[in-house]
């Protein structure tokens, strides 16, 4: 069946369905990796978006569902240049086309997904609609389509209710869910942590009523400044002493709970190939990444926060210190799935500071 | 980190001879580095026995040594040139080989020499087998359990332990050269004895076989600081057993998902960071295909064929940076040429695929097993992207270049089921076009999968090929089939061939009536992410066309010369790239289309724009059509570019340059006749056919022997003496194998000395930089000839005659360009053999010697200047003052099976130069740089036909005088012996031992020099005695004049080696 692409500047795209036969309309993003489709399709941050991927030859490994980054698929539709006939690899559960329909996630191929990125990286992100009906009247979907936007999608995909992976870890890690993709907890649980997963909106105080050796926030979707209440919880966190580490949203909204500003990039950094450097060490580092909206370095307050790492090639921020406090972020994605696993090191710095935040207290008291 | 201010005179070391296992890559690698360091202000000291090479030429380094690549050569030109640093990681094995023993010697040290990048212990820890897997242990990286052994006993031991198959590989060699399977204790033995010879060190790892493994590669760079990325990864659609290159790789890896990807990924990064490695660096796994277990299969800590293949396929320049890296500076400090905007730290992203295909020398060694190994047998590779896999595989099918355009062009339709599942088991270089035929006699995937463990991802590629091919033969033929057939990149001349009563013009019309149009993209690094500065272009088929074809100054478009194979080398890439610079020079913006992903040409910043396309006429036009070139030349690009003028003439294109129809004429037989009579220039009485009744009809009306050969073809292909009629029959049945759209020749073989000349013309003048003789009479290919300039056994009328007579023909074919024709002379009277009004395999080397820009001139009078205009006097250029002799050097060690005896068909895969004041010198520097390394035993085996015993009385002679121990064979050992030479007899192989195989498995043979009865030789002894010599790396020699050369290079062996810089002739 044929299906369109619709964008808000008049561009469309015909192509044929895949997935769901539902018309949607989204942010259209674009996605740079070449392998692990599926942990794009399954992590949160991608909610109220439709990933293009700019990889020509999509599903040729099928679904592993083991791989998952967490319970479904997010985004609202899926974009490629071809679907593989069959899929091949000794893990596949399912073809891609039929996970996509289980969970109603509509999609096109056989589009050109260059000419879609070349669109997009030279006006910008934008929205577009996925139909598959022919007759569509363009009159009436521009409009439509410039007055979406994604909303506060971080309800959307938090955690319903709070759970425990690893329990009698050595560090208690409060894991605030913003639509983290599974392997953060993992990579803390590898690392000997019990780790706490708490829906987005819970308070402060409950947090940090437990007691816990450090507080991790997560990756997750949306415009940071949609999410007020938790900003407000998150200023509350940076006031306590516990030590805290920050991905992707996370990051920014620290940022934002403390004075900062972030704006949306162009076209955001989304792939697995960017280089970032770690000022502390000056080591460049290839990264995973998933961001539209980034940190404005130029109104950091450096007796608060100062950049701690740097994307290499246009020179946005990737990371902070906070001033005097054991805190730092990063805005990609040091867990990974999909891309390199270079930055897992962060995790350990995050455990070394929970044990000499620890051993110091031990040390104090 | 900034530049290392110490570093101001690099010395950097080439990878000498094109031999199978090292090609054209190296020249791509080194020239790029080359180009890199003089950047950044350094002087460059290149040293390279190859000159059929770019980095060869004085633009390219600041000091060139076309010198042999010895330890002892190495060390004068230090002395000499004093440089502060030596790069050794861009020269392939043979240059990082060369740089290990210099600094294990204590050589640099003594001499404050450092060796640049990666460090030595670095790369003993890689190379050497035992310390790289004690080192994999260490950090926990898997290996297939093995052993190093330095004796065939302990290989039996260890093998014993772990159980057959296992695989065997000789460490410090090429290409896997020595390695195997083997299978049995009698396998094990033949090859671990023939591996442990081969290897530097004389060590060879028996390990288990993981064959049937996925085959993955990683290209990593890795700087001073600790900065590591992975530049691309590659997987081998033939999977583990067969070597990389050999195989069909597909960029990036298809079948893995991001677990198997990013595991490897660390993996490599961690091996390399390991090792420390500074530079690039080539990782191999294998990757079980039902699991996540993988065993690391090799490292290589240097610049390699992949590396090549990893540059072009993501248009990130390895070469380049592992340069730069070399100087200090670390990956966030060198900036992406492509994008302009991000850094050299940026991983590739691609949005499109690309396959790599071996080019298989077997139309060349038609008695040599097809059967692919660990031992690496293509000459060269061809490389092809698409958005799609389908069509990226049908791209590079075509650019191939051996008459297969589908997978319908091998035809196994005959075999049965039960045939085809035996086939194929059979791993050869046609087992896509067996799957192909095993798919369509409705052999199912995992069938297929469970014989070849070829991933079904690829079967089903292969699937729909098929499936594709049926729906167009069976109908109805839709636009909408066009399409997706187009999608897939089938050309029209297939279409056409499958639909019914369609011709390929049907086919194109109503394509263009649908706008069912090619439209290229761009590789730029970044999967459109930045906005790219390079145009690097690949065609597909629906979508947007980033390329505009705009026009701001006039455009010509280069042909280049397609893979590297015997008879068409990297030579024709040098004259190609030399052109482009000229045209650029000259105020044109320059287009070259290729597909050779080994070779300086397809380099993003040689020409203004790069097309990475198959060279067939739709291929080009589609690009014609964009870019509507002002012109195109063709002379430059061997006989592949040559193959499209008519085509180019068709499309309207004009061609600069020598007309069509004057290339025609040199090649047709009547026309060119005609010329002849009427330039009243001699040649041999020949006459031409079609079938094998006409050509013995002309060979009994000329007497034989005779010389038989198709037309339009490079490096005599096909070209045969034949000295009866049932040979006769013999060469026809095999040139008639493919069909021939031109008629063959066949002339009288007259014997003599041959003579070659490369000129350029402007219409008024010639110029001719110097005349080359043959040391070997006619009847062995040019090519394979060793060539001596200035010509040195010629009187001056003859070389006035030859003057005289390239002016006429160049006149009379109306040459606006290069011409290059060969003679024979005989006494005084000179016979033309063939004229090629085109670029030659010698232009390079004559070029270098004599100081003459021949591709440039040539150029410049294409683009309407005269030679006057240019500064030159018209006519033969005095000669030089150096002896310059080019050296052929073959690859035959490699192609189990393969003739080695020489003819008019060519079989040397690359050749060195030697140059010296003295003829003496130069021949012994020829010798040395082709890797003769003799007196070592000094114990020979001769054995030649009787038309030869007069000579070889002599030279042994002169062999004996030396203090050789000559053993010879019945007849030859009584000639010997009659004429007072010293010679023991040793019994033939068909005798009882001790004979003559016992001999040369002794292992304590220098030489075997024996000649094959006129024609190809059907006697198995001399057959056998030439390949045994040849795989126990016993030097052997074929042709009576190449003796004769070889023992007046021994008389004047030197020590101490005059060195001559070619830049500054």
Redesign the interface.
């Known amino acids: 069946m044929k299906a369109f692409l619709i964008l808000e500047d008049g561009t469309v795209f015909e192509g044929v369905s895949i997935g769901a036969r539902k018309e949607i309309i989204s942010e259209i993003v674009f996605n740079t990796s070449m392998a692990g489709y599926l942990e794009v399709l399954t992590d949160p941050s991608y909610a109220g978006q439709a990933v293009c991927m700019t990889y020509p030859l999509i599903g040729n490994y099928g679904i592993c569902r083991e791989d998952a980054e967490s319970k479904r698929p997010w985004p609202d539709g899926f974009i490629v240049r071809e679907l593989s006939r069959i899929p091949s690899n000794f893990r596949s559960d399912l073809s891609i086309q039929e996970y996509l329909e289980e969970y109603d996630v509509p999609g096109i191929a056989g589009i050109d997904t260059r000419a879609l990125v070349r669109i997009l990286r030279e006006k910008g992100t934008m929205n577009g609609m996925i139909t598959t009906n022919e007759h569509y009247n363009l009159e009436e979907v521009l409009p439509k389509l410039k007055s979406y936007t994604t909303g506060n999608v971080v309800e959307k995909v938090t955690c319903s209710e709070k759970s425990v992976l690893n329990p009698g870890g050595t560090y208690k890690v409060a894991l605030m869910d913003f639509g983290a993709k599974n392997n953060i907890p993992k990579s803390l649980a590898k690392r000997g942590c019990e780790v706490t997963i708490y829906p987005a909106l819970t308070t402060a105080e409950e947090i940090l009523g437990t007691n816990p050796d450090g507080i991790m926030l997560s990756n997750g979707p949306g415009d940071p400044k949609e999410c007020k209440s938790i900003i407000a919880e998150i200023k509350k966190l940076y006031d306590s002493d516990v030590p805290i580490f920050a991905i992707c949203l996370g990051h920014q909204l620290m940022a934002l709970a403390t004075g900062a500003d972030t704006y949306k990039l162009k076209y955001g950094h989304r792939g697995g190939n960017h280089p970032v450097k770690d000022l502390k060490t000056g080591r460049v580092y290839i990264s995973s990444q998933n961001h539209g909206y980034v940190v404005d370095m130029d109104r950091l307050d450096p007796t608060i926060a100062v950049p701690a790492f740097v994307n290499v090639n246009d020179g946005t921020n990737e990371g902070l210190a906070y001033t005097g406090k054991n805190i730092f972020t990063v805005q990609y994605h040091p867990e990974a799935c999909p891309g390199p696993q270079d930055s897992g090191y962060l995790f350990d710095r995050f455990i070394d500071m929970m044990k000499e935040n620890k051993e110091g207290g031990k040390d104090n008291a | 980190m900034p530049k290392n201010p110490n570093v101001k005179r690099v010395m950097v070391i080439g990878s000498g001879p094109i031999v199978i296992g090292q090609a054209a890559e190296f020249d791509y690698a080194g020239t790029q580095a080359c180009r890199s360091l003089k950047e950044e202000g350094v002087e460059v000291i290149l040293v390279n026995s190859n000159p059929a090479t770019i980095m060869t030429d004085r633009d390219i380094a600041d000091k060139v040594y076309i010198e042999p690549l010895t330890i002892k050569v190495l060390e004068q030109i230090i002395e000499k040139e004093k440089p502060d640093s030596i790069l050794p990681t861009l020269g392939g094995q043979a240059g990082l080989n060369l740089g290990m023993e210099l600094e294990e010697s204590g050589f640099l040290a003594s001499h404050n020499v450092t060796l640049l990048g990666t460090t030595a212990a670095t790369i003993r820890n890689a190379e050497g087998r035992q310390e790289f897997k004690d080192l994999m242990e260490r950090i926990g990286e898997p290996c297939a359990p093995s052993q190093v052994v330095e004796t065939v006993e302990d290989g039996i031991a260890f093998t014993n332990e772990i159980g057959y198959p296992v695989v065997l590989r000789p460490a410090y060699t090429l290409g896997g050269s020595g390695g195997g399977i083997a299978h049995n204790q009698a396998e094990l033995c033949e090859i671990l004895e023939n591996g442990l010879r081969l290897s530097r060190v004389g060590q060879v790892l028996v390990e288990r076989c993981i064959a049937g493994w996925k085959e993955i590669e990683y290209e990593v760079m890795r700087d001073s600081?600790?900065?590591c990325?992975?530049v691309c990864n590659m997987e081998n659609i033939d999977p583990v057993g067969v070597h990389t290159g050999d195989s069909i790789v597909v960029a990036?890896?298809?079948?893995?998902?991001?677990?198997e990807?990013?595991m490897l990924?660390?993996s490599a990064?961690n091996i390399i960071n390991e090792l420390g490695i500074t530079g690039g660096c080539n990782v191999q796994f294998a990757l079980h295909?039902?699991?996540f277990e993988y065993c690391v299969i090799e490292v290589n800590p240097r610049v390699s064929r992949s590396s090549a293949l990893a540059s072009k396929a993501t248009g990130y320049p390895i070469a380049k940076v592992a340069a730069k890296i070399a100087l200090g500076y670390?990956?966030?400090e060198i900036k992406n040429a492509i994008t302009g905007?991000?850094?050299a730290?940026?991983?590739?992203?691609?949005?499109?695929?690309v396959v790599k295909m071996p080019r298989l020398p077997f139309d060349k060694f038609i008695t040599a097993k097809r059967t692919l190994t660990t031992q690496m047998k293509a000459t060269g590779e061809v490389m092809s992207i698409c958005?799609?896999?389908e069509g990226a595989l049908m791209k590079a099918i075509r650019s191939l270049e051996q008459h297969v355009d589908c997978l319908r062009s091998y035809d196994f339709s005959d075999l049965s089921r039960e045939d085809l599942l035996e086939r194929l088991t059979k791993v050869d270089d046609q087992r896509i076009w067996v799957i192909a035929e095993a798919l369509r006699k409705g052999i199912s995937y995992d069938e297929i999968h469970d014989i070849t463990k070829i991933?079904?991802?690829f079967i089903?590629k292969i699937a729909?090929i098929v499936e594709m091919e049926d729906a167009l033969e069976k109908g109805p033929f839709t636009l909408e089939l066009l399409r997706e057939a187009k999608r897939m990149e089938f050309p029209d001349n297939v279409i056409a061939r499958l639909v019914k009563d369609m011709t390929e013009a049907d086919i194109k019309k109503m394509r263009y009536e649908n706008g069912i149009t090619a439209v290229f993209?761009i590789v730029d690094t970044?999967?459109?992410?930045?906005?790219a500065a390079t145009p690097y272009y690949y065609s597909c088929y629906?979508?947007?066309c980033?390329a505009k074809g705009e026009k701001t100054r006039k455009k010509v478009l280069v042909l280049g010369s397609g893979p590297i194979r015997i008879g068409q080398g990297i030579e024709f890439d040098y004259c190609s790239v030399h052109a482009t610079w000229s045209f650029s020079k000259a105020g044109y913006e320059t287009i070259i289309i290729n597909n050779n992903p080994e070779t300086v040409s397809t380099d993003f910043d040689i020409a203004d724009k790069l097309y990475f396309e198959p060279l067939t006429p739709e291929d080009v036009e589609n690009i014609v059509n964009i870019e509507k070139p002002d012109g195109a030349v063709v002379q430059f690009g061997g006989q592949t570019a040559i193959k499209l003028t008519e085509s180019l003439m068709k499309m309207g294109v004009p061609i600069l340059g020598t007309k069509a129809e004057d290339v025609d004429a040199a090649e047709d037989r009547e026309l060119f006749d005609e010329i002849l009579q009427k330039t009243e220039i001699p040649r041999a009485a020949g006459g031409t056919v079609y079938t094998a009744e006409e050509a013995k009809a002309v060979a009994n009306r000329l007497g034989y022997p005779v010389l038989v050969r198709p037309s339009y073809v490079l490096g005599g292909q096909g070209m045969q003496i034949a000295t009866n009629d049932e040979e006769i029959e013999v060469f026809m049945e095999i040139i008639n194998r493919i069909a021939q759209d031109h008629p063959i020749l066949v002339d009288k073989y007259l014997q003599g000395k041959e003579i070659e000349v490369d000129a350029v013309c402007d219409g008024e003048d010639i110029l001719i930089p110097g005349i080359m003789e043959h040391i070997e009479r006619t009847g062995i290919h040019s090519g394979d000839s060793i060539s001596v300039y200035p010509a040195p056994t010629i009187n001056q009328t003859v070389k006035e005659k030859i003057a005289e007579y390239t002016r006429r023909l160049a006149m009379a074919l109306h040459v606006k360009g290069l011409i290059n024709i060969q003679f024979i002379a005989i006494g005084e009277e000179v016979y033309v053999i063939e004229v090629n009004p085109r670029s030659s395999r010698t232009v390079p080397y004559i070029s270098k010697v004599t100081g003459i820009p021949i591709v440039d001139l040539a150029t410049e009078v294409i683009l309407g200047h005269t030679i006057k205009e240019l500064g030159y006097k018209p006519g033969l250029q005095p000669e030089a003052a150096y002896f310059a002799i080019k050296m052929p050097v073959f690859s035959f060690e490699k192609i189990r099976g393969a003739e080695i005896s020489l003819g008019p068909e060519m079989k040397s895969t690359g050749e060195c130069l030697g140059i010296a004041k003295t003829f003496n010198e130069a021949l012994y520097k020829a010798f040395l740089g082709a890797g003769v390394v003799l007196p070592r035993h000094k114990q020979m085996i001769m054995t030649v036909k009787d038309a030869d015993k007069t000579e070889a009385v002599e030279i042994g002679r002169r062999f004996a005088d030396l203090g050789y121990t000559i053993y010879a064979t019945r007849s030859t050992a009584k000639a010997l012996a009659d004429a007072g030479v010293k010679v023991r007899k040793i019994n033939k192989i068909s005798q009882e031992s001790p004979n003559v195989m016992d001999l040369l498995l002794g292992h304590k043979i220098d030489l075997v020099i024996d000649t094959p009865t006129q024609g190809r030789d059907k006697s198995r002894d001399g057959f056998l005695i030439r390949r045994t010599a040849i795989e126990t790396g016993v030097y052997c020699i074929t042709a009576m004049d190449t003796a004769n050369a070889l023992v007046t290079s021994l008389e004047n062996a030197a020590e101490e080696l005059s060195l001559v810089d070619v830049a500054s002739l």
């Open positions: 600081a600790g900065n990325i992975t990036p890896s298809q079948t893995l998902g991001d677990k990807y990013q990924r660390s990064l295909p039902e699991s670390t990956l966030d905007k991000t850094y730290s940026f991983e590739p992203a691609l949005d499109y695929c958005t799609n896999f991933d079904k991802w089903d729909i993209k970044c999967a459109a992410e930045f906005e629906g979508g947007e980033e």
